[in-house]
């Protein structure tokens, strides 16, 4: 299990190489990848600053997947959260989730996201043409990661 | 000494990313840290204003009851947006 924040881009392929290498009981690898959108609120995003908790904010990731790994029998998982300036069509965050059966691998992937977005210390800043903004947290991000409550 | 930390719009509102702090008198928790916080008037008001104001207690989501003894790390936020 590995959490990463950094600045710099990452390569799916080799973060989802990494999980799998030697270990040929795993069957299934998901994978989510967020990406900066050049629309919110109907305006035009030019770039997108992300600022976050140095400290808590590893401590944040690494609960909420061993959360994870305590609700599914995953084999490994991986976050890795950018942090920075980040234009449109950038990566920001993966989460990738291996398991020996598909339907494990994809639930707790979409638990670790739904989590991140509501538990983990970042906050987005955006730069459209009439100036920054603070990103306002979205009631559908907070449902989304209720209903694991259930 | 109580250190507090201040992130996202909340920290460009009141100008102020860290602030080290003894525990004020008569505080025992941060609810009342926040009141002793924003009756420094002005913009420190915003902590008062701030819609679904987050709080971290050594690093951990804490909600305003959490006791404090005056050596912890705080941080106050405005709900998070990553992912």
């Known amino acids: 299990m590995q959490v990463r924040v950094q600045e710099s881009d990452f390569e799916v392929a080799t973060e989802l190489a990494a999980i799998c290498r030697n270990r040929p009981q795993i069957g299934a690898v998901a994978c989510f990848v967020g990406l900066v959108r050049d629309i919110s609120e109907h305006s035009e995003v030019r770039e997108l600053t992300l600022e976050h908790y140095p400290g808590m904010t590893e401590k944040a990731l690494q609960a909420i997947v061993d959360q994870a790994a305590q609700r599914w029998p995953i084999i490994d998982a991986r976050v890795v959260h950018r942090v920075g300036r980040l234009q449109p069509c950038d990566q920001i965050v993966l989460v990738a989730v291996a398991s020996e059966h598909r339907g494990d691998a994809f639930a707790a992937c979409e638990f670790i996201i739904d989590y991140l977005k509501t538990h983990a210390p970042f906050w987005k800043r955006e730069l459209t043409p009439s100036g920054t903004r603070w990103v306002e947290a979205r009631q559908a991000d907070e449902q989304a990661s209720e209903r694991w409550r259930r | ?83």
Request: glycine residues 10%; aromatic residues 8%; proline residues 6%.
């Open chain 2, 1 to 83: 000494m109580l250190r507090i930390l201040y992130f996202a719009g909340l920290r460009e509102q009141l100008a102020t990313n860290q602030e080290d702090l003894p525990l004020p008198t008569g505080v025992h928790d941060v609810a009342g840290l926040l009141a002793f916080l924003a009756a420094r008037g002005g913009d420190w008001q915003h902590l008062q204003r701030t819609r679904n104001l987050r709080c971290a207690v050594n690093q951990e989501m804490a909600s305003f009851d959490c006791p404090l003894r005056g050596d912890e790390e705080l941080a106050f936020f405005p709900p998070v947006t990553g992912g």
